[in-house]
T-cell receptor, first 117, second 114 residues
Framework: EAGVAQSPRYKIIEKRQSVAFWCNPI?????LYWYQQILGQGPKLLIQFQNNGVVDDSQLPKDRFSAERLKGVDSTLKIQPAKLEDSAVYLC???????????????FGNGTRLTVT | AQSVTQLDSQVPVFEEAPVELRCNYS??????LFWYVQYPNQGLQLLLKYLSGSTLVKGINGFEAEFNKSQTSFHLRKPSVHISDTAEYFC????????????FGTGTKLQVIP
């Protein structure tokens, strides 16, 4: 099966600019996650979708970050305006899980490395 | 709330030597436990998972982990490491109620020395 696709792989922007990341999950996967991985740290969940609905966005800085999942498939994550501390790798993952099932592992894309200067 | 602690940020080990990467978790409910590996410039890949049953879990690439409920630990082991095992390893915990929420530890960098 095709894996989780993310683009772009790398992005360099200046602070206060905007940026968008795209993710295409594995076909049929109900749940989609966006994680932020700062250098030297573990992935931190930003937002989790179940089909096209948000089930957890408690750690998403909503004043500057937004995300949507169109028709329960592809997803975009946007940052506007970017800050220096947003420099990180943004990982998209998907899993088969629906409510009540917790056995499915997460499948990750290769990530987008964002550098804010 | 759930959390994962990986006390060792880096573990150097000689090739063909055994290795143990430590993971402790905290949760007020039953959990599922996972180990993921991340190679440079790649996303995370599942190594193994504990859902229920036998406390000794075998994964890919010769890795295994043992779930210890009394010590709230899920340490990862390999009897003989290879150069290709050089990577970062993440322990993760998933809740058993509501929508799945996966929390990751801070990771352990395994450096295999030739």
């Amino acid at each position: 099966e095709a894996g989780v696709a993310q683009s772009p792989r790398y992005k360099i922007i200046e602070k206060r600019q905007s940026v968008a990341f795209w993710c295409n999950p594995i076909s049929g996967h109900a749940t989609l996650y966006w994680y932020q991985q700062i250098l030297g740290q573990g992935p931190k969940l930003l937002i989790q979708f179940q089909n096209n609905g948000v089930v957890d966005d408690s750690q998403l800085p909503k004043d500057r970050f937004s995300a949507e999942r169109l028709k329960g498939v592809d997803s975009t994550l946007k940052i506007q305006p970017a800050k220096l501390e947003d420099s990180a790798v943004y990982l998209c993952a998907s899993s088969l899980d629906g409510e009540g099932t917790y056995n499915s592992p997460l499948h990750f894309g290769n990530g987008t490395r964002l550098t804010v200067t | 709330a759930q959390s994962v602690t990986q006390l060792d940020s880096q573990v150097p080990v000689f090739e063909e030597a055994p290795v143990e990467l430590r993971c402790n978790y905290s949760s007020s409910v039953s959990v599922y436990l996972f180990w993921y590996v991340q190679y440079p410039n790649q996303g995370l890949q599942l190594l193994l998972k504990y859902l229920s049953g036998s406390t000794l879990v075998k994964g890919i690439n010769g890795f295994e982990a043992e779930f210890n409920k009394s010590q709230t630990s899920f340490h990862l082991r390999k009897p003989s490491v290879h150069i290709s095992d050089t990577a970062e390893y993440f322990c993760a915990v998933s809740n058993s109620g509501g929508y799945q929420k996966v929390t990751f530890g801070t990771g352990t960098k395994l450096q295999v020395i030739p």
